[in-house]
């Protein structure tokens, strides 16, 4: 019955693609840190705060390489995340992820800081990742990993896993490493 409407045949019209993960204000006038692999394709980014307000986002600029990216939302007087020192993270430490894993906002999951500086292997990197064992899963992308103090010390980036699911090792870019790349974004629009 669909065939001479194009539903379900190749070429046909298809629903746009949709994506999600998440993010985090870091400037009270509407910069937004996420990760690059979360914007990189779209042709729009809407953010939808956790009081519920959407808002169409500008991209700044992605920086493949970090995996990072900066949005720009229109707003004022927003909340912002405290940043705090990722160099100061030690093995064993507890920290905390919030995201909206498969589309469930605003979840928190916990663990600890697995190793500090890790590589992982791929020569186009250079980031010195923050290995957690924090369940991070689809969705989870772009939040931030918060030490016991409140303040942000990561951004969930990867998982390791051989199954494509949560296998009990994820991956965090430290903070410093992050806002270094948004201030060039920002002030150059490239790395």
């Avoid at 990561?154 to 948004?182: C, E, H, L, M």
Wanted: charged share 20%; hydrophobic share 40%.
């Amino acid at each position: 019955f669909f065939r001479g409407f194009g539903f379900g045949e190749r070429g046909g019209p298809q629903p746009p693609a949709r994506g999600e993960g998440s993010g985090f204000v870091v400037s009270a006038d509407g910069y937004i840190l996420t990760n690059a692999h979360v914007v990189a394709d779209a042709r729009e980014v809407t953010v939808r705060t956790t009081d519920r307000r959407e808002y169409r986002a500008k991209l700044v600029g992605i920086d493949a390489r970090t995996d990072v990216a900066v949005l720009k939302i229109d707003a004022k007087d927003l909340p912002v995340v405290r940043m705090g020192d990722p160099q100061g993270l030690k093995a064993g430490e507890w920290v905390i992820a919030i995201g909206s894993p498969f589309g469930f906002e605003n979840s928190v999951t916990a663990g600890i800081v697995s190793a500090t500086a890790r590589s992982l292997g791929t020569p186009d990197t250079y980031t010195p990742f923050i290995q957690t064992d924090v369940a991070v899963n689809p969705g989870n992308s772009g939040g931030p990993l918060f030490n016991l103090r409140g303040e942000v010390v990561g951004i969930n980036s990867q998982i390791y896993s051989r199954t494509g699911g949560y296998q009990g090792v994820s991956f965090a870019i430290p903070i410093d490493v992050a806002i270094n790349v948004k201030d060039q974004l920002v002030a150059n629009g490239h790395v």
